[in-house]
């Protein structure tokens, strides 16, 4: 590991579950897109863990893709890391759409217009059997907030007010906006939880 690189003491801890849990949600081969891919910590564990995935390392904050591309370089599955800011685009398209959008740790450090976006975005790269995967601490209703997420939603909103954890109940909503359905729903460690929608159309009942 390059010490110079910059790391997430969180992303280190939570790289194993979510890999555990995306490969039993995605299939052999999956094409990925991933937003927001901060450090690239998750990409280069995830397509060192899978040679059979292809990886698409996006990010926002132009000044992180060249230490992002440094942490995937030797991995012959993962793509040059692409700016990618989910409010304006453009989407980096693949023929046939992604199998998979990947997203950890944003909805709830943005604004909330980011998620209709991000919604609107994902359903316009996917394949049609596609999913949108998520990461993250959540709201949900009729559920008590754990107080460790109490304490976060509180310092984020503290941090911006435009900041904060979200409602799954919203970001549900502008989901099935977008023509996405939640299909999926796992409880990961230090309660996050990771959740997929699948188009609507998609899914038969
Ligand atoms: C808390 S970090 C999460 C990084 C990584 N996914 C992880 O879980 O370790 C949030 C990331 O979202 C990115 N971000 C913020 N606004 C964004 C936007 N509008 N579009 C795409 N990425 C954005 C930030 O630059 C940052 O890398």
């Given at each position: 590991?390059?010490?110079?690189?910059?790391?997430?003491p969180a992303?280190?801890?939570?790289?194993?579950?979510?890999?555990?849990m995306?490969?039993?949600?995605?299939?052999?081969?999956?094409?990925?897109?991933?937003?927001?891919?901060?450090?690239?910590?998750?990409?280069?564990?995830?397509?060192?863990?899978?040679?059979?995935?292809?990886?698409?390392p996006?990010?926002?904050?132009?000044?992180?893709?060249?230490a992002?591309?440094?942490?995937?370089?030797?991995?012959?599955?993962?793509?040059?890391?692409?700016h990618?800011?989910?409010?304006?685009?453009?989407?980096?398209?693949?023929?046939?759409?992604?199998?998979?959008?990947?997203?950890?740790?944003?909805v709830?450090?943005?604004?909330?217009?980011?998620?209709?976006?991000?919604?609107?975005?994902?359903?316009?790269?996917?394949?049609p059997?596609?999913?949108?995967?998520?990461?993250?601490?959540?709201?949900?209703?009729?559920?008590?907030?754990?107080?460790?997420?109490?304490?976060?939603?509180a310092?984020?909103?503290?941090?911006?007010?435009?900041?904060?954890?979200?409602?799954?109940?919203?970001?549900?909503?502008?989901?099935?906006?977008?023509?996405?359905?939640?299909?999926?729903?796992?409880?990961?460690?230090?309660?996050?939880?990771?959740?997929?929608?699948?188009?609507?159309?998609?899914?038969?009942t």
């Amino acid at each position: 590991m390059n010490p110079d690189l910059p790391f997430s003491p969180a992303a280190d801890r939570n790289r194993g579950p979510i890999g555990d849990m995306l490969q039993q949600w995605l299939p052999r081969g999956a094409a990925v897109l991933e937003l927001a891919s901060g450090t690239g910590q998750h990409a280069a564990h995830l397509a060192a863990v899978r040679p059979d995935w292809t990886w698409q390392p996006t990010e926002a904050e132009a000044a992180a893709l060249p230490a992002l591309a440094l942490r995937c370089a030797g991995l012959a599955n993962v793509a040059v890391p692409q700016h990618l800011d989910v409010l304006n685009g453009p989407w980096p398209t693949r023929p046939g759409g992604w199998d998979a959008v990947f997203c950890a740790n944003l909805v709830h450090i943005a604004p909330w217009a980011v998620t209709p976006a991000l919604m609107r975005g994902a359903a316009s790269v996917l394949a049609p059997q596609g999913q949108l995967v998520m990461y993250g601490p959540y709201i949900v209703d009729g559920e008590p907030l754990a107080p460790g997420n109490q304490a976060f939603d509180a310092d984020l909103r503290q941090r911006h007010p435009a900041w904060g954890l979200r409602r799954l109940a919203a970001v549900d909503e502008v989901a099935a906006a977008a023509g996405l359905q939640r299909v999926g729903r796992a409880d990961m460690p230090a309660n996050n939880l990771m959740l997929r929608w699948r188009f609507a159309k998609s899914v038969t009942t």
